[in-house]
């Protein structure tokens, strides 16, 4: 598996390009913005954005998708039924789908936004604003904050084995590493 971080400055936000070697289709997890530094990264790998994938629909996560629409045909999975006016591939529950190359689980996880879900894509948590490397997501309110990290226990620190944390904001992390130091999920 090909996978590409791209620091989008101009919204403060990670945005992600994956593909799996030998396949020309590339998912992208939260186009923040698409510039033409991403344009660039996408066409000198002879790859073509044929998914998105969205954590969740804060502007600073999505102001990239009427961009890339002109450019690629590309399905957008969301807890929303439409973004920016685009339809979606709607997720309403915990489910899993296969994409080129590759399965995706997806988690709902609200609290951060109603919309919020979590993408696990074999060893990859990507996050959005939901975990981030040593805290949480901000909420409305503190029910809110304590149904989501009860969300977060229960779904993600479950998970068995070793991932890699790819939030939408800041620096990557291990599920190991936040199961022992992420302030916000101590018991």
Do not use: C, W
């Amino acid at each position: 598996m090909n996978l590409y971080t791209i620091f989008q400055p101009y919204e403060v936000t990670n945005t992600y390009l994956l593909n799996q070697d030998g396949e020309k289709n590339a998912v992208l997890v939260d186009p923040g913005r698409f510039d033409l530094d991403l344009l660039k990264l996408v066409e000198d790998h002879n790859l073509y954005i044929s998914h998105v994938l969205l954590t969740h629909s804060h502007m600073n996560h999505i102001h990239g998708i009427p961009t890339l629409m002109k450019i690629y045909d590309a399905q957008i999975y969301s807890m929303k039924s439409s973004i920016l006016g685009f339809k979606t591939n709607l997720i309403t529950e915990e489910t899993t789908f296969s994409l080129p190359g590759m399965e995706v689980h997806a988690v709902p996880v609200p609290g951060h936004s109603d919309d919020s879900v979590i993408y696990i894509i074999e060893n990859m948590l990507f996050t959005g604003d939901t975990l981030m490397a040593g805290y949480t997501g901000q909420t409305a309110g503190l029910s809110e904050q304590k149904a989501m990290t009860a969300l977060i226990r229960r779904k993600i620190f479950a998970l068995e084995g070793e991932y890699l944390l790819l939030p939408g904001h800041g620096s990557p992390s291990t599920l190991s590493a936040e199961k022992v130091s992420n302030l916000l999920l101590k018991e």
